[in-house]
């Protein structure tokens, strides 16, 4: 499959900074996707949005590059 090549390709060129801003993102999508189970996450949902899609960000654009 040229998309799974295409994808492990991309992946190689990653350092640990971006692997550690992946965990992040996963991390803070957790943390939304848990939202109805703790009032603290409730509390902040718009910070971990916004970590999210800043995450999310980063790593398209070093998938693209």
């Given amino acids: 499959m040229n998309l799974f090549r295409w994808s492990e390709n991309q992946i190689r060129k990653f ?3 971006d692997f550690v801003v992946f965990k992040i993102y996963l991390f803070s999508l957790g ?5 109805y ?4 996450v409730i ?3 718009w910070d971990f ?3 999210v899609i800043a995450s999310l960000m980063w790593l398209l654009y070093r998938m693209f590059r």
């Fill in 49 to 51: 949005t916004f970590v």
């Fill in 15 to 17: 350092n640990i900074w």
């Fill in 31 to 35: 943390a939304i996707v848990g939202a």
């Fill in 43 to 45: 509390d902040y949902v």
């Fill in 37 to 40: 189970f703790s009032q603290f």
